[in-house]
């Protein structure tokens, strides 16, 4: 029997910079910008969640329709390393664990 995984994940977008760095015999690819730390914060918010997967607002809002009927507002949560709030999205199936929520576009 294999333990139960307990990762979390924190959704963001915007422009970012993704390729190899470091000398050519010990390349390592990594992604660097500001969505990336966003996602990594609301990764650390999403671990106290019940669902595990947290979303920035403004990410959903740029979303399809289809995709933005799948997320609900979550909190405004100050994120580590932030001078302003982030408002959250939560998956719908999620909303039934927490008091009544605004729309998205509030």
Same mark, same amino acid.
């Given at each position: 029997?294999?333990?139960?995984?307990? %990762?979390?994940?924190?959704?963001? &977008? +915007?422009?970012?910079?993704?390729?190899?760095? +470091?000398? *050519?015999? @010990?390349?390592? !690819?990594?992604?660097? +910008?500001?969505?990336?730390?966003?996602? &990594?914060?609301?990764?650390?918010?999403?671990?106290?969640?019940?669902? @595990?997967?947290?979303?920035?607002?403004?990410?959903? *809002?740029?979303?399809?329709? %289809? *995709?933005?009927?799948?997320?609900?507002?979550?909190?405004?949560?100050?994120?580590?390393?932030?001078?302003?709030?982030? @408002?959250?999205?939560?998956?719908?199936?999620?909303?039934?664990? !927490?008091?009544?929520?605004?729309?998205?576009?509030?």
């Amino acid at each position: 029997e294999l333990p139960e995984c307990q %990762a979390a994940a924190g959704v963001a &977008a +915007g422009r970012a910079v993704a390729g190899n760095v +470091g000398h *050519e015999r @010990r390349f390592e !690819y990594t992604v660097i +910008g500001d969505p990336v730390n966003e996602a &990594a914060r609301l990764a650390e918010v999403a671990k106290a969640l019940p669902g @595990r997967l947290v979303a920035s607002s403004t990410t959903i *809002e740029r979303a399809s329709a %289809a *995709e933005q009927a799948r997320w609900q507002p979550g909190d405004d949560v100050l994120l580590r390393g932030r001078q302003s709030v982030t @408002r959250t999205a939560i998956p719908v199936d999620e909303t039934e664990n !927490y008091p009544q929520r605004r729309s998205l576009s509030s």
